[in-house]
C-alpha cells in the first residue's frame, strides 16, 4: 500500500468543513495534463490559454475560447468557497500531492468520531441521510490519499452496508468485513493499518441482526462439521464467545444476545492487539462494539464503562 501522509510544503492545514469545499479544485488540478511536478496553477493556465491556428477554425477558435473562460470562472468560484489559506496554496502552485495531504479527516478526536457514527446513523435510521461523496470530483480526490476518521470491522452480511448505515462518504470509513466481525491475523492486520498508518480516531467492531455466522456458531458439534473447512474456521473465531452465553428462552433475544456476546469478545481480543493497545493508551482511539438493528435500522454503542448508547437524532 501506498500513502502520502504529509508533504514537505504542506504547512496549510484544512478544516473538516473546508476539505468538502477543496473538491472542485482537486478536479480542475486533477483534469490536467502535465506532471505532478509542474505547479497546478500553470497547469489551469496552459489549458484556459492554448488555441488553435488552423485556417478556417475561427468558430471553434471563439467557442473554445468560451469554454476556457467558463472553466476559469468556475475555478476562481471554487477557490472563493475555500479556506481562504488553502485558495492562496493553490493559486501559489501546490501540487495535487500537497493539496491531497492537506485534507483532514471528518472527525480529529475519538469523540468527535463517535458522535459522527452516532449522528450519521440517525440520519439514516430516521430517512434523511445525505448520501455524501457521490460526485465524480469527490470520488477524484480521493486518488492520492485517503483521511478515514473510523475502522470498522464488521460482518460481511450483505444487508449490512456499513458507509450507508453511518451515511458517510467516499474515504471515511476504513472498513474490513468477514462472516462474523471475528478477529484473526488478516483483520487484525487490516486493523492495525488503518490505526497506525491513516487518520482514524475509533475502531468500530460491529455485529447485526440475524448473523448467520453467530447462528451457526451455536449449532451442535456434529452440525459444524458438515460445513467446509474454511468456514469451520470461521465458526471457530466466533465460538468461544458464547461458551457463558445464558439461558434464554425466546429465540429471537437469545440470538441478539449471542450476538452482542461475540461483539463484546471480539472487541476484547481486538484490545490485546499491541498495536490497538498502544493507541488506546495514548488516546489516538477508543474501541467500542456496536449492534445494528436491520428492522429499524438503529445502531446501539458498547463503550467501556457503558453498556450501551444508542444513536440519537439531533
Not at 480526490?141 to 483521511?147: D, E, G, H, V, Y
Not at 466481525?181 to 490505526?195: K, L, M, Q, R, W
Not at 471457530?236 to 452465553?245: A, G, Y
Request: proline share 4%; charged share 20%; glycine share 8%.
Amino acid at each position: 500500500m501506498s500513502l502520502i501522509t504529509s508533504s514537505k510544503n504542506a504547512a496549510v492545514r484544512l478544516t473538516a468543513s473546508s476539505g468538502a469545499l477543496l473538491l472542485g479544485g482537486l478536479l480542475v488540478l486533477a483534469s490536467c495534463s502535465q506532471s505532478s511536478e509542474k505547479q497546478a496553477g500553470e497547469a489551469v493556465q496552459n489549458q484556459t490559454t492554448t488555441k488553435t491556428s488552423q485556417p478556417g477554425q475561427a468558430g471553434q477558435n471563439g467557442a473554445s475560447a468560451g469554454s476556457g473562460k467558463a472553466t476559469d470562472n468556475q475555478f476562481e468560484a471554487e477557490l472563493s468557497r475555500m479556506d481562504p489559506a488553502l485558495a492562496k496554496a493553490i493559486r501559489q502552485g501546490a501540487t495535487m500531492e500537497e493539496i491531497a495531504a492537506l485534507k483532514d479527516p471528518v472527525a480529529t478526536t475519538p469523540e468527535k468520531a463517535l458522535e459522527a457514527l452516532k449522528t450519521g446513523n440517525a440520519r439514516f435510521f430516521s430517512g434523511q441521510a445525505k448520501h455524501p461523496g457521490g460526485a465524480a470530483n469527490e470520488r477524484r480526490a480521493q486518488i492520492l490519499s485517503q483521511s478515514p476518521f473510523a475502522v470498522v470491522l464488521g460482518c460481511s452480511d450483505s444487508r449490512v452496508p456499513i458507509e450507508l448505515v453511518y451515511d458517510q462518504g467516499l474515504g471515511d470509513m476504513f472498513v474490513i468485513r468477514i462472516a462474523g466481525n471475528a478477529v484473526d491475523p488478516g483483520t487484525a492486520g487490516s486493523i492495525e493499518y488503518g490505526v497506525k498508518h491513516l487518520k482514524s480516531h475509533i475502531v468500530v467492531v460491529m455485529g447485526h441482526e440475524g448473523c448467520g455466522a453467530v447462528k451457526a456458531a451455536m449449532l451442535p458439534a456434529a452440525d459444524k462439521e458438515q460445513e467446509p473447512a474454511n468456514v469451520r474456521y470461521l465458526l471457530n473465531l466466533v465460538e468461544p464467545s458464547l461458551t457463558n452465553m445464558p439461558n434464554i428462552r425466546d429465540p429471537k433475544a437469545k440470538k441478539r444476545e449471542a450476538v452482542v456476546a461475540n461483539v463484546l469478545y471480539q472487541k476484547e481480543q481486538l484490545k490485546k492487539n499491541p498495536v490497538v493497545a498502544e493507541a488506546i493508551r495514548t488516546g489516538k482511539i477508543i474501541v467500542v462494539g456496536a449492534y445494528y438493528d436491520i428492522s429499524s435500522g438503529a445502531v446501539d454503542f458498547y463503550e467501556d464503562g457503558h453498556d450501551k448508547s444508542t444513536a440519537s437524532v439531533n
